[in-house]
Every structure is written in structure tokens, then in C-alpha cells.
């Protein structure tokens, strides 16, 4: 123990009096092993002293670094489930300008008339280019093709064409 006043062993590990040193939060010692603490493994913390095993991150939450303490909530963006270690970005076409998702069905689709181009966004890409439309849930600004016909029906038959240049706005 060498007369450490301070109840820490080399400043960094907590002791008790006779040298003991516990198992420090975001670390277990296996058996109850306590002189050799090992950070949990991404994906899962220990919020206490003296784990013997590391607790799995709850879904809507991630564990990220060896060693982690609290777990985060999972970032706008992304999802995470259980036992996350690397945030799962929301598919093109979605976003989700919300922390805390669990599963990729709560991420957002695209809003109609504009685009979600691209994993992990927290808000729409833009709106969607002249000369196209965007459903629900559109990955691209030129999801769809609007009708560039010079000419349409004017019945089921087809037996009148209008111009478009006719046709009110």
C-alpha cells in the first residue's frame, strides 16, 4: 500500500486501507477478481463499483468506447438496438430529427416534394428538382418524372388531345 493517504492506488484506482482495489465503473472483474479490473467491451458499461460482469446497452442508447459508464442516446440520424456499439445510420429516403431510436422503422420517410438523399440525416436533403416529384419517402431529387408530354387525354379513349400549354396550372 506504501502509506497512500489519498484511498487511491497510484492516484488513478481506489483502494480501501489495507491496498484492496475495486473494480472501478466501466470495468468488471471476472470472479470477483478486483486487482485486475477490464474495461467492458463496446456495446456494454458498468455504472458501478465492483461489477462482475458488464451490463448489455439498452436499445435507444449506445456504448461506443471500452470502459463506458453511462450509455448515450443514440444520436438524430441513427438507431441503435440492443447491445449498440456503432450507431445504425437511417436509410436514404428516411431521416430523424429525434435521439433515441431503437429500430429503423421509427426513422422518418421523406417528406412529399422534397428528398432524403443520403444515411444518417437529421432533416430532408431539399426539395426535390424542377420538372420532378417526390412520394413519400424519396431518396433522390429526381425520384420521379412529371408528364412532359406536349399532349394529353382528354378521355378515357383518348379520342380528344388537349395541348399542354392549354391545360390550367
Known amino acids: 500500500y506504501g502509506g497512500n ?4 492506488l497510484n492516484d488513478t484506482l481506489p483502494c480501501e486501507p489495507n491496498g ?6 466501466g470495468h468488471y472483474c471476472p470472479a470477483g477478481v478486483v486487482w485486475a479490473p477490464l ?10 463499483f465492483g461489477q462482475h460482469v458488464c451490463t448489455i446497452c439498452p436499445e435507444g442508447f449506445t456504448c461506443t468506447m471500452p470502459g ?4 448515450e442516446a443514440c444520436p438524430s440520424g441513427f438507431w441503435c438496438g440492443v447491445g449498440n456499439a456503432v450507431p445504425v445510420p437511417c436509410p436514404a429516403g428516411t431521416f430523424s430529427n429525434v435521439e433515441g431510436l431503437s429500430n429503423q422503422t421509427q426513422c422518418s420517410a ?4 422534397m428528398y432524403c438523399g443520403m444515411p444518417g440525416l437529421t432533416a430532408p436533403s431539399g426539395l426535390c428538382s424542377d420538372g420532378y416529384y417526390c412520394t413519400l419517402g424519396a ?3 429526381i425520384a420521379s418524372t412529371c408528364d412532359v408530354r406536349e399532349q394529353v387525354c382528354d378521355t378515357p379513349s383518348c379520342s380528344v388531345l388537349i395541348p399542354r400549354a ?3 396550372a
Open 139 to 141: 431518396a433522390d431529387a
Open 5 to 8: 493517504v489519498t484511498g487511491y
Open 20 to 25: 484492496t482495489v475495486h473494480c472501478t465503473p
Open 166 to 168: 392549354g391545360l390550367p
Open 68 to 71: 463506458t459508464i453511462v450509455p
Open 39 to 48: 474495461p467492458c467491451e463496446p456495446g456494454t458499461y458498468a455504472p458501478d
Open 110 to 113: 421523406c417528406t412529399p416534394g
